[in-house]
Nanobody, 115 residues
Framework: QVQLVESGGGLVQPGGSLRLSCATS????????MRWHRQAPGKQRQLVAG???????HYSDSVKGRFTISRDNAKNTVFLQMTSLKPEDAAVYYC?????????WGQGTLVTVSS
């Protein structure tokens, strides 16, 4: 069974930075397409960024140029570097692993952006 554990969330001031991590276990990480999603209170979960097995990335328009997704296959971990954070980036951030017969989610890490 694939398990995902997010970390790195916290309180940051507008304009600040955070780096989220998602450690996986129980599967073959290098085979998965990895995504970060987020969900703010009262809003639907939205896709933030994704990275393929080969390292091809894509981003939502709202974070493009500010967030960077990366992966370390040797450490079975995917990262989300977030810079120039805005109050509207505040949400619970979830890691997602997708593969053949796989759609696994972590429990999320809370990001608060406030002065």
């Amino acid at each position: 069974q694939v398990q995902l554990v997010e970390s790195g969330g916290g309180l940051v001031q507008p304009g600040g930075s955070l780096r989220l991590s998602c450690a996986t276990s129980g599967g073959i990480f290098s085979m998965y397409y990895m995504r970060w999603h987020r969900q703010a209170p009262g809003k639907q979960r939205q896709l933030v960024a994704g990275i393929s097995r080969e390292g091809t990335t894509h981003y939502s328009d709202s974070v493009k140029g500010r967030f960077t997704i990366s992966r370390d296959n040797a450490k079975n971990t995917v990262f989300l570097q977030m810079t120039s954070l805005k109050p509207e980036d505040a949400a619970v951030y979830y890691c997602n692993a997708a593969g053949v017969h796989l759609d696994a989610w972590g429990q999320g890490t809370l990001v608060t952006v406030s002065s």
